[in-house]
């Protein structure tokens, strides 16, 4: 059964188009590009129309939804997607996974190696992309923010590792010039504004062209929309920012509190590098585990990843 994902119809008659089905969170829903009348467009919208052989080949169809985490794109979106038979499909999820509570970085692994595998074994060509670190976007004090960048590095290990398992084509966007401009994002600080959605649609039309595959002219990055405003920051805050940073309150924010002074504790002493290298032990651990079908790995360390990156860091 068919669950419900927005549908970026092309124009004309003839045979089916080929499709592109984006999997993933907000960010590929497209939070932060509006459209005028409600909803959201997005970069997977500004790529879609650039697919192809010739404009408007490509059918979009975008299962992506807010707060997904890599567990839901496995369970939830990626049986839909494979009915669909998409030639291209993205895969870009991981940044709601750092901001929980129960971050795993092994749950992690299994959820995007099952997605990515399944699609690319259904012959798909899928994109990836390394995540900016949400603690630096949202301008948290070191003892918080350090936690969260320890996580999303473990998360990106793991996207550009099996990225590379399955030779999908993989988007460096955590280094992106851009990614540190206030200009590229929304209001909320967590989300590109229609800026940094066409930038990043930009960069996955590069990516794909340095690939050879077939793509049209590169999306426009001419705005057309406004951009954020001050004001527009303070009425997103008293809104829904509130409910945003209440809900984050009860359940990351105990464990992360847990997780800062466990991080200054390292501090005082000297030895902050062993959390590091804890959380790289255990994202190792993790691709280690991922266990192929000719019985290779794509880690050569032993052992058990049971709860090491969980409140870890």
């Known amino acids: 059964m068919r669950s419900e994902g927005t549908v970026t119809p092309v124009a004309g008659g003839g045979p089916a188009p080929a499709r592109f089905v984006a999997l993933g969170d907000s960010l ?12 959201w467009r997005g970069w997977a919208a500004l790529l879609a129309g650039t697919l192809g052989e ?13 707060g997904a985490q890599s567990a839901d794109v496995a369970e939830r979106q990626l049986p839909v997607a494979r009915e669909l038979r998409p030639r291209f499909a993205s895969l870009v999820v991981g940044a709601n996974d750092t901001l929980r509570a129960a971050f795993a970085i092994e749950r992690v692994a299994a959820a995007l190696d099952r997605a990515h595998g ?21 301008g948290l004090p070191g003892p918080l923010a350090r936690p969260l960048a320890r996580r999303m590095r473990a ?17 460096h966007l955590a280094e992106h010039p851009w990614v540190t ?14 800026r940094g959605h066409r930038l990043l649609a930009r960069g996955f039309h590069t990516a794909l062209a340095g690939a ?6 590169p999306p426009s990055l001419t705005l057309d929309g406004p951009p954020p405003t001050r004001a527009g920051s303070a009425v997103w805050m008293a809104t829904r920012g ?31 590098r062993r959390l590091d290298a804890a959380a790289e032990h255990a994202t190792r ?11 290779g790995a794509l880690g050569k360390t032993s052992g058990s990843a049971k709860g090491a990156a969980t409140m870890a860091g």
């Not at 590929?28 to 909803?39: A, F, I, R, Y």
């Not at 206030?182 to 229609?194: F, K, M, Q, Y």
């Open 28 to 39: 590929t829903e497209g939070l932060g590009d509006p459209v005028p009348g409600g909803g």
């Open 54 to 66: 010739r404009p408007g080949a490509v059918e979009l169809v975008n299962l992506a939804r807010s």
């Open 118 to 138: 399944a699609l690319s074994a259904d012959g798909a060509v899928v994109l990836t992309a390394c995540l900016p670190d949400p603690g630096r976007m949202l």
């Open 155 to 171: 998360v990106n290990t793991v996207v550009h590792e099996v990225s590379t398992r399955y030779r999908g084509v993989h988007l």
């Open 181 to 194: 401009e206030r200009a590229s994002w929304s209001v909320d600080r967590l989300h590109p504004g229609e």
């Open 212 to 217: 050879r595959l077939p793509v049209g002219p």
């Open 242 to 272: 509130t409910r945003w940073v209440a809900d984050r309150c009860t359940d990351l924010l105990p464990g992360l509190l847990a997780l800062a002074l466990q991080e200054c504790r390292y501090g005082v002493t000297g030895s902050g």
């Open 285 to 295: 651990t993790a691709l280690a585990a991922l266990v192929d079908r000719g019985g």
